[in-house]
């Protein structure tokens, strides 16, 4: 079973800044890269960023300039540096690699 693990949520106040971690299998690291989602409660899940294997970087709109992706294939994972959290930014973030998704990490930022 593949498995793809998310790690680094927690409570946060505004202003605050948090470090996702995603690892991967090795398989797909020089194959596949990798995305960030995040769906707030009762809400869509949506896209967030994404890194390639060759190390490229993408971010939506939302998150640019706050947000960083970087990847360690050393030790097959994927982080996410979110610094000045916003409230908006609450929500349940998912690592997918290829077709594989992890079971997401809980950001909630509030003072």
């Known amino acids: 079973q593949v498995q793809v693990q998310e790690s680094g949520g927690g409570l946060v106040q505004p202003g605050g800044s948090l470090r996702l971690s995603c690892t991967r299998p090795?398989?797909?690291?020089?194959?596949?890269?990798a995305n960030w989602y995040r769906q707030p409660a009762g809400q869509e899940r949506d896209w967030v960023s994404a890194?390639?294997?060759?190390?490229?970087?993408g971010y939506a709109d939302s998150v640019k300039g706050r947000f960083t992706i970087s990847e360690d294939k050393s030790t097959n994972t994927v982080y996410l540096q979110m610094n000045n959290l916003k409230p908006e930014d609450t929500a349940m973030y998912y690592c997918?690699?290829?077709?594989?998704w992890g079971q997401g990490t809980q950001v909630t930022v509030s003072s």
């Open positions: 997918k690699s290829c077709s594989y």
């Open positions: 090795e398989f797909l690291v020089n194959t596949c890269g």
């Open positions: 890194i390639t294997p060759e190390g490229s970087t």
